[in-house]
Every structure is written in structure tokens, then in C-alpha cells.
């Protein structure tokens, strides 16, 4: 089955950016969609087709493609923004959705 | 505003199926698709399937390919889930959420989330 791949685990300090990165084969087909989660609380969407962010979402979250791989990029990470981070776009057969493993960001 | 109101958590013992609804309000109910997503202890997040609220049709991830249906109530605006053949496997949070994209436009992404129900599976 169709996957997107994410590193399992990204560390920075205060104030550094952080790039959160998605591969998958199909990416240059579909858009790619960016959420937020912190433990027990339901996912928040950060970025949405490709690079947009919805209101509310912080500048610092940047979002961007090329080729087979998707990044999410936070400028001056802060110690609010340590949390789980997940891809999302559609799979080969261009009707179904898929998540990507995920990414536990460590800020400190 | 919007709302998804999902019911309460459940415990089955394998084998079983379980039905998890969602009451949505403070939109048009048969303009957006909904999600469904599902996420066990510890782990990531999966998403299971999607309905058009506004035809009944449904789409499925290959694995739940006959174990889970979608259905949908327009009259009380309200979605379910239900998931056959219970394992503990299927022990997670389960969440119904709403596109973004009104219209039933393809390829959106789930914006507005229910509180999440939490099912254990479990003898």
C-alpha cells in the first residue's frame, strides 16, 4: 500500500527552524496537508494545500513541495510548538487519503 | 459555529462491532465530506474513510475494505461509523472530521474534528 514517509523524530533549540519532511511518490500529483497534535487533543491543521495556512496558524509555519517531497518549515521554533507533526495528501489511486507516520518535534 | 459531537467511549470484547456516531452542527451537513480518522495509543494517525453526506457514497483505506461502513442521516445531520470483527488491534480513539473544501470539491483535507471516542476492545 501507498505510504508517505516522515522521520520519526526532528529536534531543535528555541529559536531555530525546524523543516519537517514528506515523501511520497505521487506528491507531485495531489496536495499536501500539514497538522498539528498534541497529546490527547485532536489534530489542528497548519498547513493546507502545499503551503497555505488557515487563520490563526503562526507565520513561522511554512509550508512547500518539490518533486516527491513535501516540507513543513518553523521559523523560530518556540517551546509551544512541540508536538506531533503529520502529512496528509492522496495515495496511487487518486481517490483514497493518507497520513504519514508522523514527526515528534523536540523543542529545547 | 461548528461542531462535531461524537458519542461516548466504548468497551467490546473481540469479535464484537461497534457503531461510533457524529452529530454535526453550524453548517450545511451535505456540503462537506467527512472524515473519518482513527488513532490507537501510542501511535499515529489513520485515516479509514470518507463519506459524501450529500449521496451516501463512500470511499475506504484497502484495510478496512469490508469491515467498516459509512453511513449518514441528513435529517439530524448526523454521520457513523461502524466497525465489524472487533480485535485488539482496532482498540484506539476514533475521530469523525469535517473537509475544509465546501461544495464536495475533491482532494480537501479534514479541518473541523469531533472530540474523538475512545473504543476498547478488550474480553
Known amino acids: 500500500s501507498y505510504e508517505l514517509t516522515q522521520p520519526p523524530s526532528v529536534s531543535v533549540s528555541p529559536g531555530q527552524t525546524a523543516r519537517i519532511t514528506c515523501s511520497g511518490d505521487?506528491?507531485?500529483?495531489?496536495?499536501v496537508h500539514w497538522y498539528q497534535q498534541k497529546p490527547g487533543q485532536a489534530p489542528v491543521l497548519v498547513i493546507y494545500?502545499?503551503?497555505k495556512r488557515p487563520s490563526g496558524i503562526p507565520e513561522r509555519f511554512f509550508g512547500s513541495t518539490s518533486g516527491t517531497m513535501a516540507t513543513l518549515t518553523i521559523s523560530g521554533a518556540q517551546v509551544e510548538d512541540e508536538s506531533d507533526y503529520f502529512c496528509?495528501?492522496?495515495?496511487?489511486?487518486?481517490?483514497?487519503?493518507?497520513f504519514g507516520g508522523g514527526t515528534k518535534l523536540t523543542v529545547l | 459555529q461548528v461542531q462535531l459531537v461524537q458519542s461516548g467511549a466504548e468497551v467490546k470484547e473481540p469479535g464484537a462491532s461497534v457503531n461510533v456516531s457524529c452529530k454535526a452542527s453550524?453548517?450545511?451537513?451535505?456540503?462537506?465530506?467527512l472524515h473519518w480518522v482513527r488513532q490507537a495509543p501510542g501511535q499515529g494517525l489513520e485515516w479509514m474513510g470518507r463519506?459524501?453526506?450529500?449521496?451516501?457514497?463512500?470511499s475506504f483505506a484497502q484495510k478496512f475494505q469490508g469491515r467498516v461502513t459509512l453511513t449518514r442521516d441528513t435529517s439530524i445531520t448526523t454521520a457513523y461509523m461502524d466497525l465489524t470483527r472487533l480485535t485488539s488491534d482496532d482498540s484506539a480513539v476514533y475521530y469523525c472530521?469535517?473537509?475544509?473544501?465546501?461544495?464536495?470539491?475533491?482532494?480537501?483535507?479534514?479541518?473541523?474534528w469531533g472530540q474523538g471516542s475512545l473504543i476498547t476492545v478488550s474480553s
Open positions: 496528509f495528501s492522496i495515495d496511487s489511486s487518486g481517490n483514497l487519503c493518507v
Open positions: 453550524g453548517y450545511t451537513f451535505t456540503d462537506y465530506y
Open positions: 472530521a469535517r473537509d475544509n473544501k465546501g461544495g464536495l470539491r475533491a482532494y480537501g483535507a479534514p479541518f473541523y
Open positions: 463519506i459524501n453526506p450529500h449521496s451516501g457514497d463512500t
Open positions: 505521487v506528491l507531485p500529483n495531489y496536495y
Open positions: 494545500e502545499d503551503s
